[in-house]
């Protein structure tokens, strides 16, 4: 069974502008959750959806939105890039949301200049 | 609130080695704690969990880790490390809102 997906892998974006980033949850999975990781913050809880409705939200601006489609893809928005918008995106896929086990992908590397 | 602290940022080792890798949380509710690992360039991936039961956890490549609520500790131990165990290791907590909160993370080195 295929692993969790996300594209691009890599992307350099240049100080406000906007970046779309997707996941591929594991066949059958349908709750994604996606996280930060920065050198200085670590690793940050951004937002979890499942059945297309965002259940949870971590503390980030509104700059950062998600949505998952009817198929539990799901993807990530970030509008106005701040040069700390620059960190390894993952996202995290479960079979339901009451399942504490939760599968990663590699990650996008975002890099703002 | 729930948090986790991370004793040591970095960890060297010689090869066949024991290790130990500390974590400690704190939580005002019931926890289910995890193990991940993150080579370089790559994703988390999941070494051990514990949700309830035995409080001794067996993980994959030869991980354990003791769940301890009076101390409120979570350590990682491997008997005999090898060269390719060298990555970083994530504590990790979760309650009710399934949300992982991690550790600042544990850089093992495992040297010839």
């Known amino acids: 069974k295929a692993g969790v997906t996300q594209t691009p892998r890599y992307l350099i974006k240049t100080r406000g502008q906007q970046v779309t980033l997707s996941c591929s949850p594991i066949?059958?999975?349908?709750?994604v959750s996606w996280y930060q990781q920065t050198p200085g913050q670590g690793l940050q809880f951004l937002f979890e959806?499942?059945?297309?409705?965002?259940?949870n939200k971590g503390n980030f601006p509104g700059r950062f939105s998600g949505r998952q489609f009817s198929n539990s893809r799901s993807e990530m928005n970030v509008s106005t890039l701040e040069l700390g918008d620059s960190a390894l995106y993952l996202c995290a896929s479960s079979l339901q949301p009451t399942d504490y086990e939760q599968y990663f992908g590699p990650g996008t590397r975002l890099t703002v200049t | 609130a729930q948090s986790v602290t991370q004793l040591d940022s970095q960890v060297p080792v010689f090869e066949e080695a024991p290790v130990e890798l500390r974590c400690n949380y704190s939580s005002s509710v019931s926890v289910y704690l995890f193990w991940y690992v993150q080579y370089p360039n790559q994703g988390l991936q999941l070494l051990l969990k514990y949700l309830s039961g035995s409080t001794l956890v067996k993980g994959i490549n030869g991980f354990e880790a003791e769940f301890n609520k009076s101390q409120t500790s979570f350590h990682l131990r491997k008997p005999s490390v090898h060269i390719s165990d060298t990555a970083e290791y994530f504590c990790a907590v979760t309650g009710s809102a399934r949300q992982l909160t991690f550790g600042s993370g544990t850089q093992l080195t495992v040297l010839p």
């Open positions: 959806y499942f059945s297309e409705t965002q259940r």
């Open positions: 066949s059958g999975h349908r709750s």
